[in-house]
Nanobody
Framework: QVQLVESGGALVQPGGSLRLSCAATKFTSGFTFRNYAMYWYRQSPGKERELVACLSAFGHTNYADSGLGRFRISRDNVKRTLYLQMNMLKPEDTAVYYC???????????????WGQGTQVTVSS
């Protein structure tokens, strides 16, 4: 089990950029961050939570169509931190962004096992 702490959310103008971070802290003995796929989700008011991007332990990535070409997921296994670089932000990107830890090293459809508390991203002029 691990605690995930997101940061980096802010109010930004359309066309702007943000980098979200998700640090893995307070993990149980034996937890190895680099061994797990990691995910970014988001949820807007009145909408279901949706997958934004995911990154396997081997470096494979998947992106939702909404973020293709604009978002980039990455990780620093030494710092045990996941990142989401978001460029060319649009008002429809406004949401609470959550990071989550997968249950395996691979990207799967299984529900992640651990979630952060979320960080608010607001895109508005």
């Amino acid at each position: 089990q691990v605690q995930l702490v997101e940061s980096g959310g802010a109010l930004v103008q359309p066309g702007g950029s943000l980098r979200l971070s998700c640090a893995a802290t307070k993990f149980t003995s034996g937890f190895t961050f680099r061994n797990y796929a990691m995910y970014w989700y988001r949820q807007s008011p009145g909408k279901e939570r949706e997958l934004v991007a995911c990154l396997s332990a081997f470096g494979h990535t998947n992106y939702a169509d909404s973020g293709l070409g604009r978002f980039r997921i990455s990780r620093d296994n030494v710092k045990r931190t996941l990142y989401l670089q978001m460029n060319m932000l649009k008002p429809e990107d406004t949401a609470v962004y959550y990071c989550a830890k997968g249950v395996t090293s691979l990207i799967t459809d299984q529900q992640p096992s651990d979630w952060g508390q979320g960080t608010q991203v607001t895109v508005s002029s």
